[in-house]
């Protein structure tokens, strides 16, 4: 148990549809990573938040937000999906940005239909 | 794009043996790390080796690192059924992003 959770475990929805994904990071951490995993894809890094400000960016659409709240949890919001959105999606969480370890969530399994 | 990439793709030993594969990434980097990841499931940090680091040992994992050839390998002593999983290598760059390679598939046979 990596002490990161996320929920849900499984997301199923439908085209058009908007969901959030929900990650608290290991207590301690004060920076928060999103990634997404395909087949095709493999695994890209979406987002980082580091005590509640935005510090990077990856491959993240347009479609999707994120935010870190005050007590430093995050959420990733996805909207308008697609079928190719159909994903697990992780979060990590490390003590700061940079040169340290990164410690992932389950992952929340989103399948669109 | 993926900064790194493991080989082999796929990798398939006895229980006992040992398993090695490789990164291989393109630009300069803070550290390297190694992943596990067991069917679908979350990842598992195995190790971190700085980029002023050549080796690095953690149980039966050895980690080395070659900045000059930008490469790095992860050995696995003593395979077990329980090591089964996807292995992947992530470059940890300037910029603070982890990039994943596609990962090595390994498989440890009783």
């Known amino acids: ?113 | 794009s993926q900064q790194g990439e493991e080989d082999p793709q796929a990798l398939s030993i006895q229980e006992g043996e040992n398993a090695t594969m490789n990164c291989s990434y393109k630009t300069s980097i803070n550290n390297l790390q190694w992943y596990r990841q067991n069917s679908g499931r979350g990842l598992v940090h195995l190790i971190l080796i700085r980029s002023n680091e050549r080796e690095k040992h953690s149980g039966r994992l050895r980690v080395t690192l070659d900045t000059s050839k930008k490469s790095s390998s992860l050995l696995i002593t003593a395979s077990r059924a329980a090591d089964t999983a996807s292995y992947f290598c992530a470059t940890d760059t300037d910029d603070y992003k982890l990039s994943f390679g596609a990962g090595t598939t390994v498989t440890v046979r009783a």
Request: charged letters at 20%; proline letters at 4%.
């Open chain 1, 1 to 113: 148990d990596s002490g990161v959770t996320q929920t849900p475990k499984h997301l199923i929805t439908a085209t058009g549809q908007r969901v959030t994904l929900r990650c608290s990071p290991r207590s301690g951490d004060l920076s928060v990573y999103w990634y997404q995993q395909s087949l095709d894809q493999g695994l890209q890094f979406l987002i980082q938040y580091y005590n509640g400000e935005e510090r990077a960016k990856g491959n993240i659409l347009e479609r999707f937000s994120a935010q870190q709240f005050p007590d430093l949890h995050s959420e990733l919001n996805l909207s308008s999906l697609e079928l190719g959105d159909s994903a697990l999606y992780f979060c990590a969480s490390s003590v700061e940005p940079g040169n340290y370890e990164q410690y992932f969530g389950p992952g929340t399994r989103l399948t669109v239909t």
